[in-house]
Nanobody
Framework: QVQLVESGGGLVQAGGSLRLSCSAS????????MAWFRRAPGKEREFVAS????????YNVPSVKGRFTISRDNAKNMVYLQMSGLKPEDTAIYYC????????????????????WGQGTQVTVAS
């Protein structure tokens, strides 16, 4: 079992930056793809970015490309989401997730592939 705890959310002005952190415990962190999802008010939860278990590849949705960067530190069991150029439409609860599969390389943007979730951290971007 992998337990995940997010931190780093808060209130920021449009154009500002935040770095979200996710601490993992239990299981073998380095064997799992990791991802960030978000749920905006009144919307379904959506995929934001993922990073492979090998730390060799990342994938972002087009709406955050060039603004958000996902990274991980397998030695510290941490995954990060560096967010810059924030927009009001980025306002959401951000969730860290771990792929329920080991060493997977496909479907990294599918919510159903992720079996472990944090409690979420609120990000609010003021205009």
């Amino acid at each position: 079992q992998v337990q995940l705890v997010e931190s780093g959310g808060g209130l920021v002005q449009a154009g500002g930056s935040l770095r979200l952190s996710c601490s993992a415990s239990g299981g073998t962190f380095s064997n799992h793809n990791m991802a960030w999802f978000r749920r905006a008010p009144g919307k379904e939860r959506e995929f934001v970015a993922s990073i492979s278990w090998s730390n060799r590849s990342t994938y972002n949705v087009p709406s955050v490309k060039g603004r958000f960067t996902i990274s991980r530190d397998n030695a510290k069991n941490m995954v990060y989401l560096q967010m810059s150029g924030l927009k009001p439409e980025d306002t959401a609860i951000y969730y860290c997730a771990a792929d329920k599969r080991l060493y997977s390389v496909t479907s990294v943007d599918r919510e159903s592939m992720y079996g472990y979730w944090g409690q979420g951290t609120q990000v609010t971007v003021a205009s």
